[in-house]
């Protein structure tokens, strides 16, 4: 068992939504910093979101800003990226993991080094 899985993916119609969960096995995400990465074929892995914990204190890509909202619920030791009004560069495979060290002011969406615990990923692909 992974310590974080990720679930929700699917294949959805442009302007479609889908609500993607990265829930944590074996140890609590209650204290930690969690993001939310994806990589489609033949390029890079980039950041798209993530969240500390207490202050909730979240940060976005350029590209999804106004269209993905990240969440947590503590109680199901769940984080959630809800995503709305996809498009066709939304497609790729979306991983989640938690940040190592203190917890920053503002979480990083770059140095994919200092996060850890990466899932195995879940399927977007956005297609007519």
């Known amino acids: 068992q992974l310590p974080l899985v990720e679930s929700g993916g699917g294949l959805v119609l442009p302007g479609g939504s889908l609500r993607l969960s990265c829930a944590g096995f074996g140890f609590s995400l209650d204290l930690v910093t969690v993001g939310w990465f994806r990589q489609a074929p033949e390029k890079e892995r980039e950041g798209v979101s993530c969240?500390?914990?207490?202050?909730?204190?979240?940060n976005y890509a350029d590209s999804v800003k106004g269209r993905f909202t990240i969440s947590r619920d503590n109680a199901k030791n769940t984080v959630y990226l809800q995503m709305s009004n996809l498009e066709f560069e939304d497609t790729a495979v979306y991983y989640c993991?938690?940040?190592?060290?203190?917890?920053?002011?503002?979480?990083?969406?770059?140095?994919?080094?200092?996060?850890?615990?990466w899932g195995q990923g879940t399927q977007v692909t956005v297609a007519s």
């Open positions: 993991a938690t940040l190592g060290g203190p917890v920053p002011n503002i979480c990083p969406l770059v140095g994919f080094g200092r996060y850890r615990n």
């Open positions: 969240i500390t914990p207490r202050t909730l204190t979240t």
